[in-house]
């Protein structure tokens, strides 16, 4: 793809790798970008404003007091001219301030100044990456928007360091961008998704629940991902204590009645993903007031809750693609596939959420990482064990396959 007449704005930072970073100007240029750079202080003790100028043909910009550039407040400009920021290499140091909102120089007021997409190319030794405020401010960023390229695993320039921090190549950098700045990376454009996420309370009395251990983790990022290639994404969330992801509208409820009501008003839609652990039942009555100890110990008579992927498998106002999360602790594809066709679903993705299902300490439900397997009528494909964000993804693409852009 050509990058003609696209605006790249590109913070370099103060890494061994910043040397990379002269080659990826170059490989930009060549596809027709213009580049602008951006140095911190540190990154001048690694290249010079001299090559980066050279090789971009243009002022670098190195100085948040500048009296020059600041005469028409550069530091504002310098973002609202760029089609994308690219922050390469992207240090821990500048993660950690953007994750925390620092503007105490240039690239760092340059990066909060902006409402222009970032796109990070982390590069570090693999302890500062795998350190967990790194990987804290990495999942804030993320949260926020930000996309990423790399690191990569492999040798670090330092001698006999290896392991997972090295700076992407530059014609990865390239790829990232270009995948970015393109319209055709976007199969799900046009395509609208209501997407479940989360646990549901159901009220006992006005200060008790009944919950589930659902963190939100997975629905989120799917509902980021699907978001990542285009759709419209409407996210009805439990209540959770994770951010709401980035481009998405999301609807906030509490039980399971009111996620019901949601995804009721949001029909018609072009693919619903129930990922939210709704809870089968809740309490009879609600009580006005907080039960009190002390007089005999109350029975909680239970009633069933609506079923959402069914009502919504079996709706009027169906959409084209209805898939189902379905948590399970035993003869977990055989419940899947059960309840494929009593649920109307195309697709169940099947989890197995019990304590022993080898996923670490917690299980799946609340934790980091997801083995799912993918239960149609055609038969069952197993996922390997990933990271929640990269299921996401990988689920993303296959509602892409499935429903691919609207013409
Ligand atoms: C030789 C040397 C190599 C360094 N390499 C890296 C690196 O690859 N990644 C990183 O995050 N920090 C690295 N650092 C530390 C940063 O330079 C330091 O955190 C600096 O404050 C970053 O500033 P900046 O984020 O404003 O560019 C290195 C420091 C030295 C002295």
Redesign the pocket.
Known sequence: MSLYGKSILLVI?????AYKSLDLIRRLRERGASVRCVM????QEFITPLSVGALSADHVFTELFDRQDEHDVGHIRLSREADLIVVA?A????MAKLAAGLAN?L?STVLLASDKPVLMAP???PR?WAHPATKRNLATLKADGVAFVGPNTGEMAESGEAGEGRMAESLEIVAAIESRLSGAAKPLAGRKIIVTSGPTHEAIDPVRYIANRSSGKQGHAIAAALAELGAEVHLVSGPVSIPDPHGVSVIHVESARQMHEAVERLLPADAGIFVAAVADWRPQAETDQKMKKGVASPALKLVENPDILAGVGHHEKRPELVIGFAAETQDVLENARKKLARKGADIIVANDVSHDSGMGTGGVMGGQRNRVHIVTAEGVEDWPEMAKEEVAKRLAQLVADRVGTKR
């Open positions: 930072g103060g890494g061994i790798a911190t202080q540190a990154a290499p240090t821990a140091d500048l120089d690239a590069a570090m030794n500062m």
